[in-house]
């Protein structure tokens, strides 16, 4: 037994060749996904955590030393992760996604261990005119930054791990699909209601 259904409905065949029209070029509403993503992502910069809302792990003291005097955001020292993944997204008609090239990008997102070699450097302090270093907060010499240094200790930096701890800031979470799935809804339903 055969069951046979046919439409002969000019308005909903016109609203489906419509629908169908809008499902082949979803150059747009993917952009629009793209955008929706890089705002999320800056959030998760702005915020400090994953896709997922957990904060990200917090930065060593040894890193907050080493950036005094500035805003101490995570991943943020310089600003070029972030711009990066702004600058990445690509969309065409049927997917889209963003990405960044840098280097170190992957360590930050994923965590990972670096293995430093041994390696010659300087230590760099300032003397006072008048004699005498800069001091730390406990009495010790303070290290100056190159452009202030002039003093200056050849040493050995002998071979080390550091261990980055994983902080993602790319990722898809379930409100993120749902935006998605609200912009390819409002283009196909939009296309098909013209």
């Given amino acids: 037994m055969d069951i046979s259904i046919s439409l002969h409905d000019s308005g909903a065949s016109?609203?489906?060749?419509?629908?169908?029209?809008?499902?082949?070029?979803?150059?747009?509403?993917?952009?629009?996904?793209?955008?929706?993503?890089i705002t999320s992502t800056q959030s998760r910069f702005e915020g400090q955590h994953d896709p997922e809302g957990s904060a990200w792990a917090p930065l060593k003291p040894a890193t907050i030393r080493a950036r005094k005097g500035s805003d101490i955001k995570i991943l943020q020292?310089?600003?070029?992760?972030?711009?990066?993944?702004?600058?990445?997204?690509r969309a065409d008609s049927g997917s889209v996604s963003i990405r960044t090239n840098l280097p170190y990008a992957r360590i930050h997102q994923c965590g990972g261990e670096i293995n430093r070699q041994e390696r010659a450097s300087q230590v760099l302090w300032q003397m006072y005119k008048r004699g005498g270093f800069k001091k730390t907060s406990t009495g010790g010499r303070s290290f100056a930054r190159r452009k202030k240094a002039n003093v200056s200790q050849p040493v050995m930096i002998p071979e080390h791990v550091i261990r980055i701890p994983a902080r993602p800031y790319?990722?898809?979470?379930?409100?993120?699909r749902q935006s998605a799935l609200s912009i390819l809804r409002s283009h196909l339903m939009g296309d098909a209601h013209d």
């Fill in 170 to 176: 790319l990722g898809i979470n379930s409100a993120d």
């Fill in 14 to 37: 016109a609203a489906l060749q419509r629908l169908i029209r809008a499902a082949e070029n979803l150059r747009k509403p993917m952009r629009e996904i793209g955008q929706m993503l």
């Fill in 77 to 89: 020292d310089s600003g070029a992760l972030l711009r990066s993944i702004t600058r990445s997204m």
